[in-house]
Every structure is written in structure tokens, then in C-alpha cells.
């Protein structure tokens, strides 16, 4: 079969989802998938409306039924949608009783792999059930360590008949080569709800699909690890602490100069209020590209100054984090060299050689290690610890990605509280 657009609505408020969806049938999507968030979120009513906005168009409701099979898929089938997902890690009494409800009202069944570990395997059962689709997806919080769905595609297409749908992370770059390995049905959620232009974005799916040919964009993009730093350097801290979920964040370390973005490894050094031995010492221990990180537990004498500053800068290091002071700050300024710290002070103490380098330290109430990344900007410094590094910088371009679309939003005339409907998300209390 042709491959087919399956552009999917994975958003929380109705009225979002349907301006998007109706930029997507420009841009030339073949389906139209309500995305589990916005069932949960809007019930079966946004099935109903989607189905009444744009009835010339196949819609999938996304519904991830696990058990209740034939009672959900009715549900789903009468408020009009055309195919129901579920889940293939449902017993086979749900599927085999949603696969008869679907087909007294005219419907039919896509069964969703995601979770299963033995997928080939469960595959061939699912044919032999008389399911409509297979989809492969690999989840958002897979997407975020590095999981493809390819990876599971080319061994899945030689297994079975059925058309397949892929999903996950998938957009203009990635998508050809999707169809390439024989993926009948291609399932785009964020690349399209969250691009600036969502009408273009879903066009340049669409060609790419259709020409099989990667269309290049970097916005969408997940980095592996050895493209971190790249990856780091795109995002803001604030950015870096919402993926983070709100934690990360050093408080009251600040930039001595704005506008520098500091990203980088750290090598960790711990010493006493006044004693400048160890700072200048992991100076010469540092690599190229390094953040030298230092707690001095709030000390208000320097331990940093220009020529420190010019020391660290000729080595090649990316910045300097000071939980402590540092001086010379007319000249540091005019050096351009990121540099973030707790006070500026004019008096400096004496190297005694205290504290270690590459101890875990304490540095703006995070704990530090070296190794981890270090990122800095106007806002502050954040921490993300290295073996959780990849997962954080791809969610916390998910948040940019997710702010680009609502800024867009409001420049087209609507507000903050409006487009997020703020009121229907507000706790209840009493």
C-alpha cells in the first residue's frame, strides 16, 4: 500500500488539537490519530468533534485498551473513529472481543507492540487473531535514552503480512527511511504539533515521504552522546531544568557578565573560603573543554582572579563555576570568559593547599561529580549528572520544542493563559 501521514494529535486541550488538525489536512496528512493525552484529557467528545470537523478523513483514536476491549472500542467506533489502537500486551480475550466489536460497527483494529519484548513473536500471533495493523512504537521516554524504531521495523516487515504504522520520534529527516524498510503507515506527532508553521512542517513530511529522501531539519533532531556538548549549546537552562523537573538548578550562583552560554564537563575542586591553591592547581590538571567547578561553601574571600582567568582561558577550558568569590571584575568582563560565582570581592586569601580535585562536591546546593555537565547561561547553572546526560538534553529540547509552538500561538493572537487553558488545569481545593 501507499504510505500513508498519520499525523497524531498528542496534545491536552481540545481546541489546540483541532486548529492543528485542520493545519495538517493542508499540509497533506492522510490520518487524523487522537492521541491518548487528549482522550484522557477530552474524552470521547474530541473523537466526536474531530470526526465532525473533518469527516472526508480516516481517524484513529488512540485508545491503548488493555482490558474492556470490546466495550472501549465501541466507545471510540460510535463517536467515529475508524481505527482503534490497542495494546498487544492485552490478553488475547481482549483483542479477539475488541476485533468483534470493531467489526459490528464498521471499524478496525491497530494493535500497538509498545512494551511487548518478544514483538516478532507476538506479531505472528496477533495476524493469526485477524487484527488489521501492527504499529511499532517506541514511547517518548524511550525516544529521550536513544531507542529508534527502525530498529525493530526491517526484522518485523519480513515477519508479517499486515500493514505496519511506525512511530516515534519520527520526522522529515527520519521518515524516509522508515518507508524504505517497508512501513505502510507513518505516525508523526511532534514534529508537526510542535513546529512553528505546522501547515509547511506537515508538507515537508509529506514530501519526504512521498520522494522517500530525508528533508533536513535540526530543530527536531535527537542527539546520540557523542553529540551532547552540540546539543547542550541549543537549549537554555531553564530549559534543561523543567526536563529535569524543576531540579538541576544552582541557587544563587550568577553570571559575572551576560550574555556567554558556558557548557562543559566538570572537573570538581573543593578548598576553604581564601585558598586559591587547588582552583589553580586543576587548572593544569583540566582537559580542553573542561569546567573547572569549585566549592568554596559560600566564601566571601577570592579564590579567582584575572589571572587565574587568563590561565584557564589559554589552556582552553569552557568556564569556571565559583561557589564562592571571585575579583578583578572590571578586567574579567572585558575577557569574555564564562565565568559564574556567589560574590565579587576585592580581597584575596592565601594558597595553602586545602581541599581536593575531582572529590564530589557541593556547588549552589547541587551535588557535583566530575564528569557531569555543566551549563550556564544569563538564567544561572544547572547540573545534569553524566549518566543520565542524553536522556535530559533530548527532553529538554522537547520543552524548547513545546514553547516554540506556543509562543507561535500567542503571536497569532492569544495569550498565555488562553492557549495553555490555565483555568481548567487549576487545582481544586476544598
Known amino acids: 500500500m501507499k504510505a500513508i501521514l498519520q499525523a497524531a494529535l498528542d496534545l491536552l486541550n481540545a481546541d489546540r488539537a483541532l486548529n492543528i488538525a485542520k493545519d495538517t489536512v493542508k499540509g497533506?496528512?492522510?490520518w487524523l490519530e487522537a492521541g491518548t493525552p487528549l482522550i484522557k484529557s477530552e474524552g470521547m467528545d474530541i473523537v466526536r468533534q474531530l470526526k465532525q470537523s473533518f469527516?472526508?478523513?480516516?481517524?484513529?483514536?488512540?485508545?491503548?485498551?488493555?482490558?474492556?476491549?470490546a466495550l472501549e472500542t465501541e466507545m471510540a467506533a460510535k463517536a467515529g473513529a475508524?481505527?482503534?489502537?490497542?495494546?498487544?500486551?492485552?490478553?488475547?480475550s481482549t483483542i479477539?472481543?475488541?476485533?468483534k466489536s470493531a467489526r459490528n460497527y464498521g471499524s478496525k483494529i491497530m494493535v500497538d507492540l509498545i512494551g511487548v519484548k518478544e514483538k516478532v513473536k507476538r506479531a505472528k500471533e496477533l495476524?493469526?487473531?485477524?487484527?488489521?495493523?501492527?504499529?511499532?512504537?517506541?514511547?517518548?521516554?524511550?525516544?529521550?535514552?536513544?531507542?529508534?524504531p527502525i530498529e525493530?521495523?526491517?526484522s518485523l516487515v519480513k515477519t508479517t503480512n499486515l500493514p505496519i504504522a511506525v512511530a516515534g520520534g519520527l520526522n522529515s529527516e527520519t521518515v524516509a527511511d522508515v518507508v524504505k524498510a517497508?512501513?505502510?503507515?507513518?505516525?508523526?506527532?511532534?514534529?508537526?504539533?510542535?513546529?512553528?508553521?505546522?501547515?509547511?512542517?506537515?508538507?515537508?513530511i509529506k514530501q519526504a515521504i512521498v520522494e522517500k529522501k530525508p528533508i533536513s531539519t535540526r530543530l527536531y533532531k535527537k542527539y546520540d552522546k557523542s553529540q551532547l556538548k552540540e546539543a547542550f549549546s541549543i537549549v537554555s537552562t531553564p530549559n534543561i531544568s523543567d526536563a529535569m523537573h524543576k531540579k538541576g538548578a544552582m541557587h544563587g550562583i550568577r553570571p559575572i557578565k551576560l550574555g556567554l552560554h558556558l557548557v562543559g564537563r566538570a572537573l570538581t575542586v573543593q578548598t576553604m573560603d581564601g585558598d586559591w591553591a587547588k582552583p589553580i592547581e586543576a587548572i593544569d590538571k583540566a582537559e580542553r573543554g573542561q569546567v573547572i567547578v569549585v566549592d568554596v561553601k559560600g566564601g566571601k574571600t577570592a579564590i579567582w582572579g584575572e589571572l587565574a582567568t587568563w590561565s584557564a582561558k589559554l589552556k582552553g577550558l569552557a568556564g569556571v563555576v565559583i561557589d564562592g568569590a571571585v575579583r578583578d571584575l572590571d578586567d574579567l568582563i572585558k575577557m569574555d570568559f564564562p565565568i559564574f560565582c556567589r560574590h565579587i570581592s576585592s580581597n584575596a586569601g592565601e594558597p595553602k593547599g586545602c581541599g581536593e580535585i575531582r572529590a564530589e562536591i557541593q556547588c549552589g546546593g547541587q551535588t557535583v561529580q566530575t564528569g557531569d555537565w555543566i551549563i550556564g547561561d544569563d538564567s544561572g547553572v544547572v547540573v545534569v549528572p553524566q549518566e543520565i546526560a542524553q536522556?535530559?538534553?533530548?527532553?529538554?529540547?522537547?520543552?524548547?520544542?513545546?514553547?516554540n509552538r506556543i509562543r507561535e500561538e500567542i503571536k497569532d493572537g492569544g495569550s498565555l493563559g488562553s492557549v495553555t487553558k490555565l483555568k481548567k488545569w487549576e487545582k481544586i481545593v476544598g
Open 28 to 30: 497533506g496528512a492522510d
Open 55 to 69: 469527516p472526508g478523513k480516516t481517524l484513529v483514536a488512540d485508545m491503548k485498551t488493555m482490558d474492556t476491549g
Open 82 to 92: 475508524d481505527i482503534i489502537c490497542i495494546l498487544a500486551a492485552s490478553d488475547d
Open 96 to 99: 479477539l472481543d475488541a476485533l
Open 127 to 148: 495476524e493469526k487473531l485477524g487484527v488489521d495493523y501492527l504499529c511499532i512504537h517506541v514511547g517518548i521516554d524511550e525516544q529521550m535514552v536513544g531507542k529508534k
Open 152 to 154: 525493530i521495523l526491517s
Open 182 to 204: 517497508g512501513a505502510s503507515i507513518i505516525i508523526v506527532g511532534g514534529a508537526i504539533t510542535k513546529a512553528k508553521n505546522v501547515v509547511e512542517e506537515t508538507k515537508q
Open 391 to 403: 536522556e535530559i538534553v533530548n527532553r529538554a529540547l522537547d520543552v524548547k520544542e513545546h514553547e
